[in-house]
């Protein structure tokens, strides 16, 4: 079974930064691990989950929310099968539980929505105090 554990999710004041790391189980990858895009979303409470970020394994190109655009940065480390979402000047509407998800669509699918996302982590909670 493919698992996605994410971790980093904390209580910071506005103007802070954090980093969340998602870890990639791949026992059950296809051999072309580098098939998948990974991508970020997030859910603040009474809203509906929405799109944060998504690369390729390869990290040639990273799409971003317009939201985050300048602030987070999405990185990777192919031999710890790990990806990072690293947010700077972080705001009390930055709130929400975020996920690590992968998938098979193209990481420029994801961004624009037609994309189909194979696998979900359970979360991390990020709280910005104002």
């Known amino acids: 079974q493919v698992q996605l554990v994410e971790s980093g999710g904390a209580l910071v004041q506005a103007g802070d930064s954090l980093r969340l790391s998602c870890v990639a189980s791949i026992d059950t990858f296809p051999s072309t691990f580098a098939s998948y895009a990974m991508a970020w979303f997030r859910q603040a409470p009474g809203k509906d989950r929405e799109f944060v970020a998504a690369?390729?394994?390869?990290?040639?190109?990273?799409y971003y929310a317009d939201s985050v655009k300048g602030r987070f940065t999405f990185s990777g480390d192919n031999g710890k099968n790990t990806v990072y979402l690293q947010m700077d000047s972080l705001k009390p509407e930055d709130t929400a539980v975020y996920y690590c998800?992968?998938?098979?669509?193209?990481?420029?699918?994801?961004?624009?929505?037609?994309?189909?996302?194979?696998?979900w982590g359970k979360g991390t909670l990020v709280t910005v105090s104002s």
């Open positions: 998800a992968a998938s098979l669509s193209h990481a420029y699918e994801i961004f624009h929505g037609t994309g189909t996302i194979k696998y």
């Open positions: 690369t390729s394994w390869s990290g040639v190109t990273t």
